[in-house]
């Protein structure tokens, strides 16, 4: 296109003679006239984040009830990937104030949250060293326990000692005996411990366990469960060279080396490898849906892919259970591979009258129930709204097959309307901070945490005996 | 200069303005979401990386201390090209910067012929991506000099032209 153009501030064909030293008025006027739309951005990024503001105000309502009631001073004990996951659901719980924070990676995890609190406004303090914290944090109620496996009784028993409740992630701890003296000294102190198996506390479970089983008894009689946990390949984790923690200090809190302290959970006296990482999440829902801890194991399981000098535990195993459940035999059977991820993870139960298969993702596998075609029908429960209408079924219309008079009907699906709304750990700490003030009851206390530990614990010893072990009865529990 | 001679009518100029303003704003918000939000990480991103370059990608997030740089890089260059873009100063750079930063995310996931991917998208790809256009968008912002327009770069470049015509005129004084 040419055109002449009419103002100056534009190159044309003869360049403009150039005043000395002078830049032109309109030249700086119009170099200046898209500085507003700043301004306009501004604006407008102010008003979102009101919005957002507003929005986080009212997951973290800290000003209101914490005027009718005073805060709960809380500790977070071990900033790593659960503690920050646990402490993304602490800042969404009103009535909460953490107080401090305790990580021996003061370089790196302990610097990290420290200054994500204070994003929050949060002044927290930092520790090197639990028992200093204890000191001299005097306010403290209740202590969040997110270290590796075999640093849980310590922690735990300290801090209840301290006179401070405590929720401790699970697995409770990676030596029966350790776990043990756990559960005494909550009795000893009369302090509040939470095991964190967060299902107990997900409603969609307290649904089908308190409606579907108990109350509707949609299964009937349950004789088979069975459970996954299918993980890709990992590579190890790493950490960022110049962050690394001094060799000394490593080996005071019991780590040989960098690499032990970030993979601790392949290392035998540290963690339990897959089957107590993951499985022990859902092995404790065979024993809470069934009703009873089982009698017997028998397992199989190895390092099979990974390096077994750095995988002392069993990346693959494979387990099964057998139950005398109130209402009669049942067998489950558990496998976790940590070598494809297809299926993830999940829980079913059958019974003679229908099937359930529910997980904790509100993504995969998030609640459904099969009604056998020869149970009585459902109408009642779905008019409840316990669960939803059958899923139609589409024949589809290009089949040239005609249906054959053996083969069943398959059965007809519903689904469980009951969703989790907060992050998974959130409805389980709310339950812990509930209890302590005493408007609720503990989800898994101490009892509950061992009785699993127990059945958990008892498969890598299963593995190493290769042959079928049991439990007596008096195993699971802990004689005072 | 050779752009010099190039002719843009005022309406033209104001559209390749509204283009680098509007591009600029994408950017900084961008950035300042990342930065506002606390712990925000590429990681997530990179990990799911297809396509030719992703084993490079995928490295990039496993690699702890990169990652920190990229996060860093990430969050304040989306935030400083945005800036440069919507006032139109450095134009130039900003706008290279910012084609970098599109082709680099678009080369994370391109949606190439063969390649199947599970998430969403909001619209429909063959080979060419919302990436991919703003990347073209932007280079039309580059090699127009559209900063001149409406833009900071207007007053630079005229600062500049009058150096360049001041040292001219001393390199004449000296060969006299
Ligand atoms: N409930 C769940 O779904 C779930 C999920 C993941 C992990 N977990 C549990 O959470 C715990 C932590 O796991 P993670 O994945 O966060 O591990 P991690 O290695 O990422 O974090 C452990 C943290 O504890 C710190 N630490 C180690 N020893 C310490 C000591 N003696 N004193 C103070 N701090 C110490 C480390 O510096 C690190 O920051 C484990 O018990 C694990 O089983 C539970």
Redo the contacts between chains.
Sequence with gaps: MKQSDSNGETESATPRPIKEGKIERREVLQGLSSLPTLGLFGYSLCRQAAYEDAQDRQRQPTSEPTARRPAIQVALLGAGAQGEVLLNSMLRIPGLYVRAVCDIWTEYNLKRTVNTLKKYKIEANGYEDYREMLEREKDLEAVVVATPDFWHARHTIDCLRAGKHVYCEKEMSNSLEDAGQMVLAARETGRLLQIGHQRRSHPRYQHCYRKLLREANLLGRIVTAYGQWNRSVKPDQGWPKRYAIPEERLKQYGYPSMAHFRNWRWYKGMGGGPIVDLGSHQIDIFNWFLGSPPDYVTASGGTDYYDPKTHEWYDTVMAIYEYSTPAGKARAYYQTQTTNGSQGYFETFMGDQGTLVLSESEAAYSGAIYREVSAPAWDEWVRRGYITGPKVQTVRQDSQIPLDVRESVSPDEHRIPVHLTVPYHQSHLENFFQSIRGEARLNCPAETGYETAVTVLKVNEAVEAHRRLSFRPGDFRVPS | ?K????????I??MAL?LLR?TIG?HF??EG?VKI?K??WSAAGFLLQARGPAADIYHWMA????FL?VINEWNKWGLTLIG?GL???CLTRLTGSAGIILLMLYYLCNPPFVGYFYSLPAEGSYLIVNKNLVEATALLVVVVTRAG?F???????S??S??SD??KQQAIAAVGE
Excluded: C, H
Aim: proline residues 7%.
């Design positions: 200069m752009s010099e001679t190039v002719l843009f009518s005022p033209q100029k303005a303003i704003w900084l918000y300042v506002r606390p712990g496993e690699n702890p201390d920190n800036l919507m006032v139109g001149r409406f833009g900071l770069d207007l007053i630079l005229g600062r032209r009058r015509s001041n």
